[in-house]
DNA sequence: ATCATTTCTTAAGGTACCTTATTCTTTTCG
DNA sequence: CGAAAAGAATAAGGTACCTTAAGAAATGAT
């Protein structure tokens, strides 16, 4: 089994138990993609019809709002599953790669008959969701009550090595702040990362 | 059949279509409450074995943070699903009245066994689920963008008379906006209501 | 290597929102 | 009904973050 099969099945265990006939299943409908950087894999307004799992390099998930501006949602590295929230409509989210990206890509509607088939994967996609609503509504509590100091220090810790990957004018905008202001509270705050990994 | 109980099937058939045989399983597990104003559902630590459906009145879920302040991240008045996201986990969570408020709490085991009988109810959970993330993406996303009067605007479309119906306090929490302010910006920007309705 | 482009930094002046405090108004409940 | 408590308004001074602008540094294409 190649290497990325067991990264994505190592993803998939860690939400559900299932045997190798359902690991089988599952990895048929699987589809081994890459994607150059800068490349959409989806675009606002597109029928959105993938799971995106990524293997190797960095996705993003923005939206363009009402001035104009994009707004990063979420990053998508190593294990990270990303995609947008409903399917079979116009997408809400853009999808594009930061770095040249080794993805798997879902179809939803083979997906709909693997669950028919295995119902534990019901289980697992509903695992999937409540995480990513539980990761945003901490998030969001977090972008409410501190300072955009503090999100970056939380930013770091849960991507450590992003901010030397990808310009910083994404991680500004995923914080909610100017990339003016991101660099002050860089330059101003560098112990806070400190105490944040000690 | 009860009037509450035609809401909550109204409500399931917004989502999905049902079977009579599937209505009647679907209710069997169904329990009718009442609450007290100011009662706690659930608090936030607790074991959480609930979604709740609000019949009439109104229900708020809210976080406390680590300065010691009450958040309040939604609101839930008739025809609205309410729930922590992670079930037979200590709750993130604390689920209150605002109101004297009648609604239905859902057991999730029995769910789950209501699933395994009638796979349906999976495509139900999951379009509840997807409805509540997207909804809660894009109340991020305004967070972001906006200004505290045009989320303001935006709370008065989503619920056009709890303005009226519970204390303002507990509004400026769900904008993140001190109580205080929320103030000035009432009274300064009444003309960003008539915009919104007009 | 070199030049063009993209990205980052710094700084000055401005705005949205906060904190604290006081007074006024409304609700609650004996 | 009247007293106590809860909620709302207003104002002054402060902070976090924004806008604009210009220059410096890094990256990428030829």
């Not at 534990?120 to 995480?131: E, G, S, T």
Request: glycine content about 4%; proline content about 4%; some cysteine.
């Amino acid at each position: 089994m190649p290497l990325s099969q067991e990264l994505l099945l190592t993803a998939l265990h860690q939400h559900v138990s299932l045997t190798s006939e359902e690991e089988a299943a599952f990895l048929a409908i699987c589809e081994e993609k890459t994607a150059k950087k800068k490349e959409f894999l989806l675009r606002t307004g597109e029928q959105n019809l993938y799971l995106y799992f990524v293997q190797n390099g960095c996705l993003r998930s923005f939206i363009i709002d009402q001035s104009g501006k994009e707004v990063n949602l979420e990053f998508a590295v190593e294990r990270y599953w990303i995609s947008d929230v409903a399917f079979h409509k116009p997408a809400l989210l853009s999808i594009q790669a930061l770095e040249p990206t080794q993805y798997v890509q879902i179809n939803v509607d083979a997906f709909e008959t693997l669950t028919q088939q295995h119902p534990v994967f019901n289980l697992f996609y509903r695992k999937l969701l409540q995480n990513g609503y539980f990761a945003f509504k901490k998030r969001m509590l977090s972008g409410m009550t501190q300072t955009a100091a503090e999100n970056y220090r939380d930013f770091l810790l849960k991507f450590p090595d992003l901010s030397q990957r990808i310009p910083q004018y994404h991680i500004a905008s995923y914080l909610g702040i100017t990339p003016e202001f991101f660099s002050t509270i860089k330059s101003e705050g560098l112990d806070l990362y400190q105490q944040a990994i000690s």
